[in-house]
């Protein structure tokens, strides 16, 4: 496979960067940016501009419940078990990628609105914004090295973290972040943040299953979860940093050139290098940034792979996490 991919590090939470995108002083991260002034100066252009995440979440929720009120209306039971594939490969992860987004602070620039729409949409899949703040920071911190809390996780689902456990690792996922955040050695009020934000959860979901009754929250919440969000997660988590060289920001992570749908319904999360280098850059500027950077690609000899599945497919195989340098 080529040398690059992208991966999510973090900074402790007693003491981490931001990595805020809206501010021309908040551009820069641990990793060092790209030499190429210009692509810096694009960078920061772009980090300037409006984001463009809310109107997203309020477009996924709509695909959420749209396709939900389909199923319901054809009640066919192929058409149903299509439909709750696609809630979670579509909407559902993108809910998440937009929490993502929030992790870098790049929902809002106001900011009880970022944290509200950060909390609310990992709050859909069982996971504390804060907690997540604290172990992805920390994983663009020390972005695939051993020291990685991401590469750690791994390591504990299965030893060694050859390419097939990625079809466990989804599996424990919130359960590894949230643990992440509860660790002693984070801040008390961390700590008390992640709790009462997991009980938020436990009440959003309540909520919800009062609203819809048991058989259809079982039915139109956790049966995605299950089936198209972990197929989802399963094919980017093995994708963006599996068989890649550590020790250069240009080679540590992976990029995917995938179908304008994938794009559109994923918000541009096959940019992964690309998000890595510049992480204040939000989703919806990610590919003239990867126009930019094509020639530093080259001379970096980054991994620019194509397509998720074909990638996918080699690197299930792939018994190495850490490509030789």
Known sequence: M???FWSFSCEAAANRSNLRGGSAGHISSKNA???DSQVDSLALNLSAKAYRSIPRIFLDLVLWIGMAALAIYFHRWWFTAAGLFVIGFGPFHDLLVQGHEGTHDLISRNRRLNNFFTWFTLALAGISAEAHRCFHLDHHHYAHTPQDPEYQFFDRVVR????WAYFFIPVFAQIGVNAYGLQKKMRASVRRRIG???AGAVFLHAAMAFVLGWRRYLLFVIAPMVTG?????VLRSVTEHHDVTEGSEWTNARSIVTH????FLWSNVNYHLEHHLYPSVPYHALPELRRALTADYQAHQSNVENGYGRTALVLLRDPRHFSPK
């Open 2 to 4: 080529g040398r690059c």
């Open 229 to 233: 969000l972990y197929a989802a997660s």
């Open 33 to 35: 940016m790209a030499v």
């Open 160 to 163: 060694g973290v050859p390419g």
């Open 260 to 263: 304008p749908l994938i794009e």
């Open 196 to 198: 009462l934000e997991l």
